[in-house]
């Protein structure tokens, strides 16, 4: 079956501008993550979704940073005004259920360069 | 506070050595979940074992076992006889449910890249 998707794959894109990154995740997966990793090192968690709700905006590193998700489908991550140190893999992820840990299966995550 | 961690940054071996990956974690909670995760070249995480804090009995999942020690707090991951297919950066995790409102979570160590040569 299909896994999670994300697009665009690569994205390079100038300091200052805005940009959107794409999550589909696993059809009826209720639960969706969204991680950055950083050259070289490991997983930092920035926001998660249960439904289309977001308890917890704290892991997003600036307000530049937001996220959306409609329903129990897609979700966008959106990186305003970009900085240099936002260039980094961004990764999202999908679960089944809550709770419990369920296993988290990650998308091939978006490379974003920004120049 | 949540922590994991993978002191070997890098490990390089040959062919058909046996290669054990350390991982020492630090929580408050008592109920905990503990993960380890494959990147191999292409990027995409490829799940490998998930175990809960009540079962300490070690797994063994053909060339692959994990050893959790609660005393210790570590979850030592071991492949034997080596391939060059396992080339890749192992993750271990975390999950403590009880502890933030994120439920499950994720909090990475910073990975071990693992090179196996022919």
């Known amino acids: 079956g299909a896994g999670v998707s994300q697009s665009p794959s690569n994205k390079v894109t100038e300091k200052g501008k805005d940009v959107e990154l794409r999550c589909d995740p696993i059809?009826?997966?209720?639960?969706l993550y969204w991680y950055r990793q950083r050259l070289g090192q490991g997983l930092e968690f920035l926001i998660y979704f249960q439904g289309n709700s977001a308890p917890d905006k704290s892991g997003l590193p600036s307000d530049r940073f937001s996220a959306e998700r409609t329903g129990e489908s897609v979700s966008t991550l959106t990186i305003q005004r970009t900085q240099q140190e936002d260039s980094a893999v961004y990764l999202c992820?999908?679960?089944?259920?809550?709770?419990?840990?369920?296993?988290?299966?990650f998308g091939p995550g978006t490379r974003l360069t920004v120049t | 506070a949540q922590k994991v961690t993978q002191a070997q940054t890098e490990i390089s071996v040959v062919e058909k050595e046996d290669v054990t990956l350390d991982c020492v974690y630090e929580t408050r909670d008592t109920t905990y979940y503990l993960f380890w995760y494959k990147q191999p070249p292409s990027g995409e995480l490829v799940f490998l074992i998930r175990?809960?804090?009540?079962?300490?009995q070690n797994e063994i999942s053909g060339r692959y076992s994990w050893n959790f020690q609660k005393s210790t707090s570590s979850f030592n991951f071991t492949i034997t006889a080596s391939q060059v297919v396992d080339s890749a950066v192992y993750f271990c995790?975390?999950?403590?449910?009880?502890?933030?409102?994120?439920?499950?979570?994720?909090?990475f160590g910073g990975g071990t890249r693992l090179m196996v040569k022919p």
């Open positions: 995790a975390l999950s403590d449910p009880g502890v933030n409102n994120a439920g499950n979570m994720l909090t």
């Open positions: 175990r809960n804090s009540f079962d300490e």
């Open positions: 992820a999908s679960s089944l259920g809550w709770g419990p840990p369920y296993e988290q299966y």
């Open positions: 059809s009826g997966h209720t639960a």
